[in-house]
């Protein structure tokens, strides 16, 4: 049985039985309505690589499963690594794939394909998905950046707006919890708006001759930072309000807060924040930072849902875990896993999504995908798909090619099933 859907096979058969019915049109309409309702979408980035075997397939009864050993969760049949307690007891809301596949097995290439969809290109820098998220659900009007990260690294330049522009790049924050740091404004509202006005009127000159792409980004860049620094809505990272058994909740780690954060400003109106946690390259000691690594992540992750869903927030709300690829099977001599591409897998819950499901599998040493191989477009397809955005969207290039936003990927049809 074929579970894909083929977009193009999907929209010649939509419109051959509906006659008028223009389905891209109402993709734009559904758009719009999803940003005027607040859709989201919350990443949680694992950078290095996280094991697989040690996360959501273990492989408790084979020699290359090492010591880690498989809990049941709150759905019968579905077992996952003892580490995740937390997230076991919500697994009802989030769909696993074990059979995610690829060949980038290099950090920033995969790291940069993981976040846009495109291997790098020497001609073309794709923006990463959040910032086509933010161009295309984020309301201009809005105080708030539509695209926040929280936590260090940007390993490849991965996150950027790319051929998009610099306006939609990330908003970076460092420590959740607190307001942003350089947000202070040395001079009252009307001195600031008489310097931009005369910042525009310098920039005319350049504008009217060989710089207006570069001039508009730059004018957009200044409005918007200029109304955010002065917005009431910049209360929204500071945590002073927050009752302290929510943050409790969430865990003392800056993955925990970074998490918190996220749920705040996705209720805010941010369409879509990135929360990382750094350390999963696990060459080394692989078991020992599995643990340390899973304990900042189940509480927060789970929590999240848990939030979310009892703020209504949930279905509005797509949440993916995942990290550039998995680690192999076999255990190296320094009790570690290096980098493995081939079979790794990824957790999704909210946004339409059907929790309390496994997709794919893996074969019992873990080496292969034994069934339902998902791609990485595949992957991006169905993430729009959850957010009402059309993957076969175009852009352009600087230099003027047309881009779709996924590349030939098809929707993993049993994820909202």
Known sequence: MNHEISR??????????????DLFGWLRLHSEELRQTGTSCILLWMQGGPSQLETFDPKPDHPNGGPTKAIPTAVSGIHIAEHWPELAREIKEVAIIRS???????????????????VPSGSIKYPT?????????????????AF????????????????????????????????PSNTETPVPVVRQSRRLSLLGRLEGDFASSSGK???????????????????????????????SAVREAYGDTEFGRGCLLARRLVEAGVPFVEARLNGWDTHADNFDRSVRLAAQVDQSFAQLI?????????????????GE???????NGRSGRDHFPAAFNVAIAGGGVRGGQVIGKTTDDGMAVADRPVTVPD???????????????????ALGRPVPIVDEGNVITELFG
């Open 306 to 322: 848990r939030d979310l869903r009892d703020r209504g927030r949930l279905d509005k709300t797509l949440i993916v875990w995942m």
């Open 129 to 145: 998905f959040g910032s086509v998220v933010a161009a295309e659900l984020g309301d201009p009007k809005s105080d708030l950046p």
């Open 8 to 21: 193009r096979h999907f929209v010649t058969a939509a419109t051959a039985s509906a006659g008028c019915f």
């Open 379 to 397: 992957l991006f397809a169905s993430l729009c798909h959850s957010l009402g955005i059309n993957p076969e969207a175009e852009k352009r290039s």
């Open 325 to 331: 690829f998995g680690r192999t099977p076999r255990i």
């Open 100 to 118: 995610m596949t690829n060949r980038e097995a290099n950090h920033q290439r995969a790291t940069y394909q993981l976040h846009t969809g495109y």
């Open 148 to 179: 926040v990260t929280v936590g260090s690294g940007n390993r490849g330049g991965a996150l950027s707006g790319g051929f998009l522009g610099s306006s939609y790049n990330p908003f970076a924050v460092r420590k959740a919890g607190r307001k």
């Open 213 to 243: 792409d570069r001039v508009d980004d730059h004018r957009t860049l200044y409005a918007r930072a200029s109304r955010f620094s002065f917005s009431s809505k910049l209360d929204v990272f500071d945590f002073d309000t927050e009752p």
